[in-house]
C-alpha cells in the first residue's frame, strides 16, 4: 500500500536493535492515520485497521507491534549465535543482574530478556522474516477488535462481504467508497444529526430522511441508478428476486457464487457513483461502467463475465 511508502527503510533497520520509544511510535501511527483519512470526518478505529482483509481491517502495519518483533526476532537471533556479543552466555550472565532490584542495567534489556523466554518454543525456523511474522501476528492477536460494524449487525455474512470488497480487479476508488460506505461513516445528515452536528436529519436534496439506503435507492434521480443497476443485475441473472438485487447491490453479499465478479463489480461502481457524484444522469452512470469495462488487462473469464451486462451494445 502507498502509505508504507511514507515510513522510512531506516527505521525497520534501526529497530532491530533499539527498542522504539512509545512517542515515536504514537508519532509515526499519527502520521499513517492522516495520510489514510484525509480530513474525513469519521473515523474507524486504529486498531480495526490493523486487522486483515478478511477481517474488516486493511492490514494497515502497527508501528510498535512490528518494531517489537523486529527486535525480538534480532535477540533470539543473537542468542543462538555464539560469535555474536549478546549470545546465551552474555544472557546467563547477566539475568541474575537484571532481576535483581538494585540493577543498574537497563530495562529495555529486561524487556528483550522476557520477550525471548516467551517465544522461544514457538520459534523454529531460521528463517527472519517467517520468525518475524510469528512474534508480530501473536502480539496482534493481543488487541483483536471486532469491527464497531460487525458488532451492530452481528447477522450479516461478514467474512463473505469482506472478501467480495477486496476483490482484485475493481478500482481502488470503488473499494474506498464501498468500504466508507460499509463501514457506515460516510457522514449523511441523520448520522450528523444523531451526533448533534446539524439541526436536521432531513436529506438536503429532497427533505427525506437521509439514510445510506436512500442517498443510493431513493432521493430524486439517485433512483433511476438504482433502478438501472437492478436491470443490470437481472441480465446477470435473469430469475433473481429483489431480495437478491437487495443483497448484492447494498450488501455485497451475493446469494450465488455465479458471475460472483460481474455481480460484485457492478455493486461496487454502483455504490461508488451513487456516493461520489453530485448529479445522478444514467449516461454517466453507464459512460463510467463502460470506460472501465475496457479500461486495463482483464482475464477472459473477467471480459466474459463482463459481456453478459451488454453495456457496449
Ligand atoms: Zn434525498
Known amino acids: 500500500m502507498a502509505y508504507k511508502r511514507i515510513l522510512p527503510v531506516e527505521l525497520w533497520y534501526v529497530v532491530q536493535i533499539l527498542s522504539l520509544p512509545t512517542k515515536y511510535s504514537t508519532v509515526l501511527d499519527r502520521a499513517i492515520r492522516f495520510y489514510v483519512w484525509k480530513g474525513y470526518f469519521y473515523k474507524l478505529s486504529k486498531t480495526q485497521l490493523h486487522l486483515p482483509k478478511t477481517k474488516g481491517g486493511l492490514q494497515l502495519t502497527a508501528i510498535k507491534e512490528k518494531s517489537q518483533a523486529l527486535l ?94 477486496h476483490m482484485a480487479n475493481i478500482p481502488t476508488a470503488w ?14 445528515e441523520e448520522k450528523r444529526h444523531r451526533h448533534n452536528l446539524t439541526d436536521s436529519p432531513a436529506c438536503k436534496n429532497c427533505g427525506w430522511l437521509d439514510t445510506l439506503k ?66 445522478h444522469k444514467i449516461e454517466e452512470f453507464l459512460h463510467m461502467l463502460k470506460e472501465l469495462e475496457t479500461k486495463n488487462d482483464k482475464s477472459s473469464q473477467i471480459l466474459k463475465e463482463l459481456r453478459l451486462l451488454e453495456l457496449n451494445r
Open 72 to 165: 525480538t526476532q534480532n535477540s533470539l537471533r543473537a542468542k543462538q549465535d555464539e560469535s555474536d556479543p549478546m549470545d546465551n552466555k552474555f544472557w546467563q550472565k547477566h539475568i541474575p543482574l537484571l532481576c535483581s532490584k538494585t540493577t543498574i542495567l537497563p530495562q529495555s534489556l529486561k524487556m528483550i530478556w522476557e520477550a525471548i523466554e516467551s517465544y522461544s518454543p514457538t520459534i523454529a525456523t531460521n528463517d527472519k522474516n517467517q520468525n518475524t511474522k510469528i512474534i508480530y501476528s501473536f502480539l496482534m492477536k493481543k488487541n483483536v477488535q471486532i469491527p464497531r460494524i460487525v458488532e451492530k449487525l452481528p447477522n450479516q455474512r461478514w467474512g463473505n462481504i469482506w472478501r467480495n470488497m
Open 175 to 188: 473499494k474506498t467508497t464501498v468500504y466508507c460506505y460499509l463501514n457506515q461513516i460516510i457522514p449523511t
Open 214 to 279: 436512500h442517498r443510493v435507492t431513493n432521493c430524486g434521480a439517485a433512483k433511476t441508478i438504482w433502478e438501472a443497476a437492478k436491470v443490470l443485475l437481472v441480465k446477470i441473472w435473469p430469475d433473481s428476486q429483489i431480495h437478491d438485487c437487495f443483497q448484492t447491490l447494498l450488501v455485497l453479499d451475493p446469494p450465488t457464487k455465479q458471475n460472483k465478479f460481474v455481480t460484485i463489480w457492478l455493486a461496487s461502481g454502483f455504490l461508488h457513483y451513487q456516493l461520489t457524484k453530485p448529479l
